[in-house]
C-alpha cells in the first residue's frame, strides 16, 4: 500500500482531522478519484469537505460516499451535484483485499486527505481503521497533552 509522503509539490485540497480522533488507522491506501471538469475546478479553489465521508463498496466498484465539492460558481447549467457518490480507482487485486477486510466486523474506510500530487492529479488518501472507544479517546487526548507539554518545555529550556 502507500504512505503519503511529505513533498513541497502535494497541494492539499482537504483533510478530516477528525478522522484519526474518532478511528485506529491501522492502514493508507491511496486512490485515485473519477471527478468531473466542475468539480475539478471547484477543487482547484480548495471547495470541498470530507469530513463525513466515508468509502462503501457498490456492486464491485469502491465509491466514496458523502464527499462534499461545492459548485463552480463559474460553470453553466452543465454543474456537478455536490454529494454524489464518487467513483474510487484501485487495482483490483487492492479491491478485493479491502472487500475482505471491510467484511469483518468493526472495520471502516474513511478519507483522511483529498490532494493533487506531482503530476496534477486529484487523489485521495484512505485510512482502513476501526472505531476507538471513548476510553481510546481520552488516551489519545492525553498522549497529545503529554506530547504538547514536553515541546513547550523543551523550547523553554534551549
Not at 1 to 18: G, P, S, T, V, Y
Not at 45 to 55: G, H, M, T, V, W
Request: charged residues 35%.
Amino acid at each position: 500500500m502507500c504512505q503519503l509522503k511529505n513533498n513541497a509539490h502535494i497541494m492539499i485540497i482537504a483533510e478530516n482531522k477528525k478522522a484519526r480522533y474518532n478511528y485506529e488507522i491501522i492502514e493508507t491506501i491511496e486512490a485515485g478519484l473519477v471527478l468531473k471538469g466542475s468539480e475539478v475546478k471547484s477543487l482547484r479553489q480548495k471547495k470541498a469537505n470530507i469530513s463525513d465521508a466515508y468509502a462503501t463498496f457498490h456492486k464491485k466498484e469502491l465509491m466514496l460516499t458523502n464527499m462534499s465539492i461545492e459548485p463552480y460558481e463559474k460553470s453553466t447549467v452543465f454543474n456537478h451535484e455536490t454529494k454524489r457518490p464518487r467513483k474510487l480507482l484501485l487495482h483490483r487485486k487492492e479491491i478485493d483485499k479491502l472487500k475482505g477486510k471491510l467484511a469483518e466486523k468493526g472495520w471502516v474506510l474513511v478519507p483522511l486527505k483529498v490532494y493533487f500530487n506531482q503530476r496534477q492529479k486529484v487523489k485521495v488518501l484512505l485510512g482502513l481503521g476501526k472505531g476507538k472507544k471513548s476510553f481510546d479517546k481520552r488516551h489519545s487526548i492525553k498522549e497529545r497533552d503529554i506530547k504538547r507539554d514536553t515541546e513547550r518545555e523543551m523550547k523553554r529550556y534551549s
